[in-house]
Every structure is written in structure tokens, then in C-alpha cells.
């Protein structure tokens, strides 16, 4: 089963800074919207983040001002910048690209998941 590999996961305290990385293999052809999700304890998974191949993004408004994502299309790899973190961003954060799959329709393929705890 193909999988995206995250790193960058940890504990901050609130007010700091974490960056997430999240690399997806070169088997995934044609990959278009990279993104973020988030699931925290007890609670449904929640967008965070997404950019297009053209760079265009989109935030949540629990995040906008505060995070940043990028991607870079050479290494396959889409980043999330978080600045100003609180202890409700604590959560397991998953990365998502949207590729062609075997078949040769798009599917979402996701990450592994990184666990960030803000807290004191």
C-alpha cells in the first residue's frame, strides 16, 4: 500500500513553532492538491490546509495567519509551517497528495499521521 511518510511531530509549548514535512513516493504520478489534516483526541478529522499544483492555498479559520503551507514539486513534498501554536492545535496531523491511482482515476493518498502536543 502506498503511503506518505511525515516527520516533524513533537512537543512544543504554546506560543512556538513546529514545521511538518511530508514526502509522498515517486510511484504517485500526476499529483495535483497537497494538503493537512487533523484529528484531535475525541473529535472528527478536520481540514487544516491544502495548496494546488499552482500554489494556490486554503486554511481553516482556526489556522489562517498562524500556519503556512508549501510544497515542493520537484521532491514530491508539501511542508506546514506552524507559528503561534496553542494547546487546541494539539492533534495527530495527516498529509494527503491527490494522484492517479493503478486504475487511472484520482484518489487521495494519506500519511501515517504526526502527533504535536502544545503544552506547557
Known amino acids: 500500500q502506498v503511503q506518505l511518510v511525515e516527520s516533524g511531530g513533537g512537543l512544543v509549548q504554546p506560543g512556538g513553532s513546529l514545521r511538518l514535512s511530508c514526502a509522498a513516493p515517486?510511484?504517485?504520478?500526476?499529483?495535483?492538491?497537497m494538503g493537512w489534516y487533523r484529528q484531535a483526541p475525541a473529535n472528527q478529522r478536520e481540514f487544516v490546509a491544502r495548496i494546488s499544483s499552482g500554489g494556490t492555498t486554503a486554511y481553516s479559520d482556526s489556522v489562517k495567519g498562524r500556519f503556512t503551507i508549501s510544497r515542493d514539486n520537484a521532491k514530491n513534498t508539501v511542508y506546514l509551517q506552524m507559528n503561534s501554536l496553542n494547546p487546541e492545535d494539539t492533534a495527530v496531523y495527516y498529509c494527503y497528495v491527490v494522484g492517479l491511482s493503478g486504475s487511472g482515476g484520482l484518489r487521495n493518498y494519506w500519511g501515517q499521521g504526526a502527533p504535536v502536543t502544545v503544552s506547557s
Open positions: 515517486g510511484s504517485i504520478r500526476s499529483i495535483t492538491t
